[in-house]
């Protein structure tokens, strides 16, 4: 059977709740354990037995009412033995009195210093405890509140303070109170009130902000024993106004810090201001300048030095300090847009926007010794020299062949070549031409034939004569071959007579009263009373009222000789039939005879020409006819398959042998006229593809040029004493 109840009861205001066991009535009485608020029945005497239930009840009672301290003292009792109270004390230290017995302590409990018979937990806060004497309980030092032995107090009393295991009154140096005890200063700190307050120092340490260091801080110095701030932004300093290291983003100049370096010197990474180069202000480093000082400019486009004179290709810039780069190819300027000196193989256009070309702008040339654009001649585009043009200006045209200079009209003797805008020589003695085949005015002594191939010549061609008023070779008068003015001829062509002492004209047929003289080509005139006549001896046709004796000495008679007598009719001295009845002669044949001699014949002799009316047989037919040779007829012009001969006279099957032939025009000449050129005997307006042009331009060559001379293949193939200035190269080559 087990009885069990509950007790509530306080101590130290913890609420305790005992529970009371009896335990199968066993007769045991137990007594309750209290330790940290566990409890647990523990046997008083295992020997004791009651066995009444009243007595158990009432031992419990007791034992609860005891005093809490006193329950707390009676455990870790050991053993007892027969001592009293009287000589507790002199018994073994871990002995106390209880009951009229002593008894050792449990382990962990402790005998107190002033009460031998209680054993407690702990000791009093003022004593400590050791175990070598069983556990005894002993009174701590003088002011000390806590101990751990008499040597080592652990707190002290109000007014005292623990130093070294020990409480005083005072701190000693070296300390400072805090809490109750004597604290030791920081390290290096000789005398403080805190341990953030030094007042003093240990030899050899130094005060900053009431701290003592062994080495001073950055941006402090030592200062005999205190640390000194350094000078502003210094980071390690000798003294308050020498530097030797800045802080970070400061540089040292001069012992002191800035956060930009004065003008000549840079920012260096080792935080110093380090010179910059030569004559430079600003910098950022050593090998590269920003600003130079005063009369230096900044090569910002090259090495980013200093310079009192820029170098090449480059201009001082007054208003930026910079040397900036000249214009394009400029290798000496004094500003970015005019130019004094241009690099090698350039040409400075000193006149005009003073830029450097490889080749100089029209109109100038480059002088590889002044190393400038030089302006050419006037009116010139392009030249090698002042002197000389290559190539004028609109409107302009070169005198190549002359003094190479530029000319709106050409100068005398030359034209104006619309097509290699040069001046081209005129033809030979020309003084004036649009071309080079037609001239408009001649040089002097020479004279322009402007009615046929506008050549100039010495002495006018046949039919013209030189009018030294026009310089032109005026026309003769008509078939007139030479004369001096338009009015007289001098010499008539072939088959005509100049009628020298009358008109000075000329006739096929000379007039009334006169005969061709074939040997002086003049009219002459015929013997007296004659109107028409072959020699100055006989008459053919006597003037009105005169009558030729024809079959006599061909006189012209107003009265007939003896034996003949005046015919009106034929106007000539007709012999009388048997002296004595006049004979008439046949003027007029019928339609189908011809008149020859005053007969009437069928057909011409071999030697004659029939007439142009087919009436008459001629010696020869009169200019402008011409007899031809095939037909032995007179024609007004010669069949296209026959040739003119050379004295206009005749139409001929073929050329005689020492005459030339000119195919396209279907004549004959003595020689080639001077617009015609010649080869083998034959007459060319040009020459054919397989012959080469003469020097002359009058022959043209079989085989090629002769050596010495220049072959030029176009405009047309021709030989040349020198090449013209204008065709170069294979165009115009030295044969031989």
Request: glycine letters at 4%; aromatic letters at 12%.
């Amino acid at each position: 059977m087990c009885v069990c109840f509950r007790l509530k009861m306080y101590f130290n205001n913890f609420k305790v709740f005992f529970i009371i066991n009896l335990v199968h009535l066993k007769y045991y009485i137990y007594f309750i354990k209290i330790q940290f608020n566990k409890i647990s029945i523990i046997p008083i005497n295992n020997n004791s037995k009651l066995k009444m239930q009243k007595y158990v009840l009432i031992s419990i009672l007791l034992i609860i009412h005891l005093n809490i301290q006193e329950i707390k003292s009676q455990q870790g009792i050991t053993s007892c033995g027969a001592f009293t109270y009287s000589n507790c004390n002199s018994q073994a230290a871990d002995w106390w009195f209880r009951s009229n017995c002593c008894s050792r302590c449990d382990s962990g409990f402790f005998r107190s210093s002033s009460d031998c018979c209680k054993c407690f937990r702990s000791c009093k806060s003022d004593e400590y405890h050791t175990y070598a004497d069983g556990g005894r309980c002993y009174q701590c030092p003088i002011n000390c509140n806590s101990c751990h032995s008499d040597t080592n107090c652990t707190s002290c009393r109000t007014g005292t303070y623990l130093f070294n295991g020990r409480c005083t009154s005072t701190c000693p140096t070296g300390t400072y109170i805090s809490g109750g005890i004597c604290a030791p200063c920081p390290l290096y700190c000789s005398n403080c009130s805190s341990n953030t307050f030094c007042s003093s120092c240990v030899t050899g340490s130094f005060m900053l902000n009431n701290q003592c260091l062994n080495s001073c801080p950055l941006r402090t110095f030592p200062n005999n024993s205190v640390c000194s701030s350094c000078p502003s932004n210094c980071n390690i300093c000798s003294n308050s106004t020498d530097c030797t290291i800045c802080v970070s983003g400061f540089f040292l100049y001069e012992k002191k810090c800035f956060d930009k370096c004065p003008d000549g010197f840079f920012g260096s990474g080792t935080g110093t201001c380090d010179k910059c180069m030569i004559n430079c202000s600003t910098c950022d480093n050593l090998s590269q300048c920003k600003s130079c000082n005063d009369n230096f400019y900044l090569h910002v486009y090259g090495d980013r030095k200093c310079y009192s004179t820029c170098p090449a290709e480059f201009y001082p810039d007054t208003v930026t300090r910079t040397c900036e780069r000249c214009v394009s190819n400029c290798n000496s300027c004094d500003n970015p847009n005019e130019c004094k000196a241009c690099n090698n193989n350039f040409f400075l256009h000193f006149n005009g926007d003073k830029k450097c070309y490889s080749t100089c702008p029209a109109g100038f040339y480059g002088n590889s010794t002044t190393k400038t654009c030089d302006r050419c001649v006037s009116n010139c585009s392009s030249c090698d020299n002042p002197n000389d043009c290559k190539l004028c200006n609109n409107d302009f045209y070169l005198h190549l062949l002359g003094d190479k200079k530029c000319y709106s009209t050409c100068p005398a003797e030359f034209y104006s070549n619309t097509t290699t805008k040069n001046c081209e020589r005129c033809m030979s003695n020309c003084n004036s031409c649009d071309n080079l085949n037609e001239c408009k005015s001649c040089n002097n002594n020479f004279y322009l034939h402007v009615n046929l191939d506008k050549k100039c010549y010495s002495t006018c061609p046949a039919e013209f004569y030189s009018n030294t008023t026009t310089k032109n070779c005026e026309r003769c008068t008509s078939d007139c071959i030479s004369c001096d003015n338009s009015n007289e001829c001098k010499s008539c062509k072939t088959n005509f007579y100049l009628h020298i002492n009358v008109d000075k004209k000329c006739y096929s047929t000379c007039p009334a009263e006169f005969f061709s003289n074939n040997t002086t080509k003049t009219c002459e005139g015929c013997i007296s009373n004659c109107n028409s006549c072959e020699n100055s001896k006989e008459c053919k046709a006597c003037k009105d009222n005169y009558f030729l004796h024809i079959n006599g000495d061909k006189n012209c008679y107003s009265d007939c000789p003896t034996g003949f007598y005046e015919d009106k009719t034929s106007n000539n001295c007709v012999k009388y039939f048997n002296s004595l009845t006049p004979i008439t002669p046949i003027i007029n044949c019928p339609d189908n005879l011809i008149n020859q001699g005053g007969m009437c014949v069928s057909s011409c002799p071999v030697e004659k020409f029939l007439s142009l009316d087919g009436k008459e047989c001629l010696n020869q037919c009169p200019f402008p006819l011409w007899a031809s040779v095939i037909e032995k007829r007179c024609l007004v012009e010669c069949p296209q398959y026959l040739f003119k001969s050379s004295d206009n006279s005749f139409c001929l099957n073929k050329c005689p042998p020492n005459e030339f032939i000119y195919a396209s025009g279907m004549a004959c000449y003595s020689s080639c006229p001077s617009h015609l050129k010649t080869i083998n005997k034959e007459c060319f307006d040009i020459c054919p593809s397989v012959t080469v042009l003469s020097v002359d331009e009058r022959n043209c060559i079989l085989d090629k040029c002769p050596d010495g001379l220049y072959y030029m293949e176009l405009p047309t193939k021709r030989c040349l004493l020198k090449c013209p200035t204008n065709f170069l190269g294979e165009s115009c080559k030295l044969v031989g």
